[in-house]
């Protein structure tokens, strides 16, 4: 069981504290926005922004915060997604003031520099490039833009290169004096620290922050329609994505969907798809399938990289499998096979004190409590063979999903 401790300042920052016996702590703030909050002339915006807090403050220089928490052996990290900017550190748990006072500058009193501007929008631009010279990682992108045309949940994250080029200091100041407030963030700590020393550290670090809310208006995507699309590409493999819709992150239906996708293409070699496709019959290197779940709605998605003259029969095997799952409810010994698998593989990662932190921030975030372990069997326990038959039939039905091919 996960023991953890919550309490909430005066200016309103949500603090849950995660003790542990291990030396090694992380803290951070995990931030409600991300792409999907940013407007049509601000595409990739969230992204940016995540690389600007390190490049300047009131009080510091871009080398001074690099070197910060490096000259400790400690590190910075951030990530951007649609729904979520988190910006962490990890070090040795006597270095924790230094950590939470880093972050708490670079969050709250970056300054965004012009001239550090012109830069990084240079850094961004090899990233773009250097994501779309990789299309088992671009379709992905490409896929919830299908998913979700006309809709900030569509877009890329990393932005388009010629909105990149007109952000200014103001632009990212605009952004952050909106989402970046203490209403619309959470601060995480794990490790083997003090309850009342994180209570007196970040108190004393956010005294002069603001209580103010937050205003933020998501709109949610319009009704899905199918579709399925060809995109020449020339590459030397093709690249095939199936899919649709998901369940939201509050769906009860979520689970069934979580245990039916690990069955299909998990990480499990035994997975269904990587027995069919690549085990029994060598036609792909790699095949997987990933579930993603927002506030509002969801993705499912199938991704599998094969011989351009294969495209058809890897589809149609896929679509078998599909077949087997809405057509035929799981026998006993199949459904407790799976379960047991599943509940492996969460006890594993589970190992990872960095995953748990950061899992922990982002589910505190959104629900404002953690979801122990136990609970999470437990719902998994309860599944049966009934609910994941009407689950196939409503996410795996042929008219439900999706194709996006590069070829």
């Known amino acids: 069981m996960i023991s953890y401790n919550i309490f909430t300042l005066t200016n309103g920052l949500r603090v849950i504290h995660i003790p542990n016996n291990s030396d090694v702590a992380y803290c951070g703030f995990a931030v409600d926005a991300g792409t999907r909050d940013e407007s049509e002339n601000q595409e990739g915006m969230a992204h940016f922004v995540e690389h600007m807090i390190f490049k300047g403050t009131e009080k510091r220089h871009a080398w001074h915060i690099l070197n910060r928490m490096e000259r400790v052996g400690g590190e910075l990290n951030a990530y951007t997604n649609k729904e979520e900017t988190v910006v962490y550190s990890s070090f040795l748990k006597e270095d924790f003031e230094r950590a939470a006072e880093l972050l708490t500058d670079i969050v709250f009193h970056s300054t965004f520099p012009q001239q550090e501007i012109e830069k990084e929008v240079e850094v961004i631009l090899d990233e773009i490039q250097s994501y779309k010279d990789d299309p088992s990682e671009l379709i992905f992108d490409d896929f919830e833009e299908l998913l979700f045309p006309s809709h900030p949940l569509g877009k890329n994250i990393l932005g388009k ?17 909106k989402l970046y407030r203490t209403t619309n963030m959470i601060f995480f700590v794990q490790g083997n620290i003090d309850i009342k020393k994180v209570k007196r550290v970040i108190g004393k670090l956010t005294n002069d922050i603001p209580l103010l809310p937050t205003y933020k208006i998501r709109c949610k995507p319009l009704p899905y329609l199918p579709i399925k699309k060809i995109l020449s590409k020339e590459t030397h493999q093709a690249h095939i994505m199936i899919g649709s819709r998901g369940y939201d992150a509050y769906n009860d239906k979520r689970t069934g969907l979580y245990l039916l996708n690990n069955m299909l293409g998990g990480p499990g070699m035994n997975s269904r798809l990587n027995v069919s496709l690549r085990e029994k019959r060598g036609l792909v290197y790699n095949v997987e399938a990933n579930l993603t779940s927002y506030t509002d709605t969801g993705v499912f998605c199938i991704y599998f990289g094969c011989d351009i003259h294969d495209i058809d029969r890897c589809i149609s095997i896929t679509e078998k499998e599909l077949k087997k799952l809405r057509d035929n409810k799981l026998s006993s010994s199949q459904l407790d096979a799976a379960k047991k698998q599943i509940i492996g593989q969460i006890g594993v990662a589970s190992d990872n004190f960095e995953n748990n932190a950061l899992d922990i921030s982002k589910s505190f975030l959104h629900y404002n409590k953690v979801e122990q372990p136990e609970s999470i069997f437990k719902r998994i326990e309860l599944l049966n063979s ?5 689950v196939a039939n409503e996410m795996f039905s042929e008219d439900y999903l999706s194709t996006l091919i590069y070829k």
């Open 161 to 177: 290169p010629e909105l990149l080029r007109k952000f200014k200091s103001n632009n990212a100041k605009e952004f952050t004096s």
């Open 386 to 390: 009934e609910t994941l038959l009407d």
